[in-house]
């Protein structure tokens, strides 16, 4: 039985905007607060309790927004601080709660920091704010042979400080020295300003790249060399204690770190639930290569008894001890539908089944912008029609290699973020509902005269009120939320079974990945005609004979007994 802290962050579920693909409310062809604004009925109908907003503070767009240049102003793209006061309080008044992105590894070269440290000098109080070195053989060559995350060298050589300085991912993305007590007051401040603005938590981008162990040479890697020098390093669990301890304990707030690296026995030093935990929940990465060899850039066939044997590991070892965050999408993944899923005969089936293979789960779920209305990938033809930096990066690497460009352009197809970037759906109108410009900033999915909010608020068998029915029936039970984790079928490659057990209730979750009928027995102990459906993916009437029946191509059913 899970005895342990109920907290608010436990109940709730989660909507990520990234704001400049939501909603664009003032006619330039981006996305803003007053979008945001226009749509708060909306997401407050999907049954959710939280936005996440990817960052929305002023930066030059270098990374869209993970590149920061005034940790405490908004992009005026997005609007002004004003603007963020009236989604703060419109959202509180609807009883959403709003989390932060919190982006502390690094700042944009254009940061105020920045330019000051590169001026050097020792009486200069931000010299040491970031990590500068010598270049070796007399200034010619970067200190070591790191490579940033995005590919490409991990240093870049300023001229005005005559050294060079450390980016873990664009070359415009500077990380910080957070072993200066400096910059660790900064952070906290920065953490303060939001939380007396009235946010309710934050999201730590890679929180645990933030402590360096050396510089010494990485193991050699096509990117991240160098990555097992920074990845959970020495002072982590010490830094984020004396964030929380000065500053997260005194407020009722929530914190996720993104946690690349992190597994289901590590993180329990950050998220366990005991005395000494820094953060509530992590967002760990290891469900995300079930079609690729460790990304899918690297493409392999969808692997669905890979992806069971991680959610099942991650189940089974945070339960009762730390607390799961739940997600198959952000603005980082391709969508989910068009690479676990086939967005092209069953794209709805696929997404329903994809809903409830993981919001049936124990943790707090998060659902990013469009996932809710199944968007697909976007079949771009070239890699000019990409904007990402990370795509670009990686798509120049795979040349070096001689890829074929048209190899190139597949695997970006596949698994480049842009995919997830695309201005969301609203309508079969001009650019999708999205703007009222001539041009919207990004282009927009072609199917959207099918795919879209409109089209599925009217459908009532659309994926939109199915996300709507699995989140009222997580809200609306406890076992749900609280029950213990046991998988079934773990040998079968199309169908994901489990069981959830909670103060003697029960639950039973169906979920077939075939693309024809599949005959079902339910696992030992779980008589059917005892308990009650309380989900059906599909329309009508749902039979069985017994203890059997047959799914229907990716069909998902919910039993339970209470
Ligand atoms: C992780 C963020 O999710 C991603 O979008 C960003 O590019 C990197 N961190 C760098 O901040």
């Not at 089936?349 to 919001?359: F, I, N, P, R, V």
């Not at 995919?419 to 001539?438: H, I, L, S, Y």
């Amino acid at each position: 039985m899970y005895d342990t802290n109920r907290k608010w962050y436990k109940d709730i579920a989660v909507y990520q905007i990234w704001i400049r693909s939501f909603c664009d409310g003032n006619g330039d062809g981006i996305g803003d607060l007053q979008g945001v604004l226009s749509k708060l009925d909306y997401i407050k109908s999907l049954g959710v309790d939280a936005i996440w907003f990817s960052p929305i503070y002023k930066s030059p767009q270098e990374d869209f927004g993970y590149d920061i240049s005034d940790y405490r102003d908004i992009q005026p793209e997005y609007g002004t601080l004003d603007d963020f006061r009236k989604v703060v309080d419109g959202a509180h008044e609807r009883g959403i709660k709003i989390i932060m992105d919190l982006v502390v590894n690094h700042t944009s070269t254009e940061h105020y920091w920045f330019q000051q440290s590169r001026k050097g000098g020792d009486d200069n109080p931000y010299k040491d704010y970031y990590i500068w070195r010598p270049g070796k053989n007399g200034g010619k060559r970067p200190p070591n042979n790191w490579q940033s995350t995005f590919g490409g060298d991990g240093w870049e050589w300023d001229d005005v400080r005559k050294e060079y300085y450390l980016h873990l991912f664009a070359i415009h993305q500077a990380d910080l020295n957070m072993d200066n007590p400096a910059v660790r007051e900064e952070v906290k401040g920065i953490l303060r300003f939001w939380l007396d603005f009235g946010v309710d938590g934050f999201r730590e981008d890679v929180i645990t790249f933030i402590s360096k162990a050396n510089l010494k040479n990485g193991f050699p890697l096509p990117i991240a060399t160098g990555i097992e020098h920074y990845a959970r390093g020495p002072h982590l669990h010490e830094y984020l204690q004396e964030f929380y301890d000065d500053v997260l304990s005194k407020y009722d707030c929530m914190t996720v770190g993104e946690g690349p690296g992190l597994n289901a026995k590590n993180c329990l030093d950050l998220i366990g639930e005991k005395p000494g935990h820094v953060l509530d929940m992590i967002f760990h990465f290891e469900h995300m290569s079930a079609d690729g060899l460790f990304t899918s850039w690297i493409p392999r066939p969808f692997d669905l008894k890979k992806l069971k044997g991680v959610f099942t590991k991650w189940q089974k070892s945070l339960y009762g001890r730390g607390w799961n965050s739940l997600y198959i999408e952000n603005h980082d993944q391709p969508r989910v539908v068009s690479r676990y899923g086939d967005d092209k005969v069953y794209r709805v089936e696929s997404a329903k089944a994809l809903a409830t293979m993981y919001l049936c789960q124990c943790g707090t779920p998060y659902i990013y912008q469009g996932q809710e209305i199944g968007m697909t990938n976007i079949p771009f033809d070239s890699i000019d029609e990409y904007i990402d930096v990370q795509t670009h990066n990686i798509a120049a690497i795979m040349r070096k290699l001689h890829f074929p460009e048209k190899k190139i352009v597949a695997a970006a197809n596949a698994a480049s973020r842009d995919n997830a970037r695309t201005p969301v759906q609203w309508t079969a109108g001009k650019n999708a509902g999205f703007t009222d410009a001539d041009k919207p900033w990004f282009t927009v999915n072609p199917n959207y005269t099918t795919v879209n909010v409109e089209a599925a608020e009217k459908d009532p068998n659309s994926v939109l009120n199915y996300y709507r029915a699995l989140l009222a029936l997580r809200k609306g039970s406890e076992l749900m939320r609280y029950g213990a984790y046991e998988e079934y079928y773990h040998e079968n490659s199309s169908l994901y079974c489990y069981g959830r057990m909670y103060e003697g209730k029960r639950a039973l979750v169906v979920i077939s990945f075939a693309k024809e009928p599949m005959a079902f027995r339910a696992p030992e102990g779980y008589e059917l005609s005892e308990g009650r459906l309380a989900l059906c993916s599909y329309n009508g009437r749902a039979n069985a004979a017994g203890n059997a029946f047959t799914l229907r191509p990716y069909e998902s059913r919910v039993y339970i007994w209470d």
